[in-house]
T-cell receptor, first 118, second 110 residues
């Protein structure tokens, strides 16, 4: 069964450093998402991406964050200058179609990247 | 906030018993989904129920939705030790983003 994959599984970085989290969505999916989950807290939406542009983003997704689909398979989340509070599990997800099209499709989640900022 | 809230926060049962988890939300929704998360792992989709549906089954899972009460329940029948995980409901209205609840931590004792 196709699945979303994420690399690396764990990343440790120093405060102020840039990190890039990578995701390979399911191949025929058109919509891509990033979520984060701070330890012990809710899963929070960061951003959704379609047709090479951001379609929605949350208040968390400030100028320090960016997303990119550099090629036909990868979807990346970049944090330009990490802060201690960016430590969290970051989940990538993908879906076939968006809710706005009237076709609710399940979002399939990757296993996550655990980011630790020291 | 539309975020769902699950209860109970934690549930411990014996293997073979049924487990019921509830989710309440605040605004109108298009659909509601339940996900499972094993400790430190990703989210696994369990079941989707649309706003015009009242009940749905998938294997040992039964989900109900009461839009008038803005609540949903997830029933796992004949629980197994492997069902031990956190269970989350996720809602959405018009956007692409999901709003997750705080989750119910289920422990099934062999």
């Amino acid at each position: 069964e196709p699945e979303v994959t994420q690399t690396p599984s764990h990343q440790v970085t120093q405060m102020g450093q840039e990190v890039i989290l990578r995701c390979v969505p399911i191949s025929n999916h058109l919509y891509f998402y990033w979520y984060r989950q701070i330890l012990g807290q809710k899963v929070e939406f960061l951003v959704s991406f379609y047709n090479n542009e951001i379609s929605e983003k949350s208040e968390i997704f400030d100028d320090q964050f960016s997303v990119e689909r550099p090629d036909g398979s990868n979807f990346t989340l970049k944090i330009r200058s990490t802060k201690l509070e960016d430590s969290a599990m970051y989940f990538c997800a993908s879906s076939e179609a968006s809710i706005r099209q009237g076709a609710w499709e399940t979002q399939y989640f990757g296993p996550g990247t655990r980011l630790l900022v020291l | 906030s539309q975020q769902g809230e699950e209860d109970p926060q934690a549930l411990s049962i014996q293997e073979g018993e049924n487990a019921t988890m509830n989710c309440s939300y605040k605004t109108s929704i298009n659909n509601l989904q339940w996900y499972r998360q094993n400790s430190g792992r990703g989210l696994v989709h369990l079941i989707l129920i649309r706003s015009n549906e009242r009940e749905k089954h998938s294997g040992r899972l039964r989900v109900t939705l009461d839009t008038s009460k803005k609540s949903s329940s997830l029933l796992i029948t004949a629980s197994r030790a492997a069902d031990t995980a956190s269970y989350f409901c996720a809602t959405s209205n018009t956007g692409n983003q999901f709003y997750f609840g705080t989750g119910t931590s289920l422990t099934v004792i062999p």
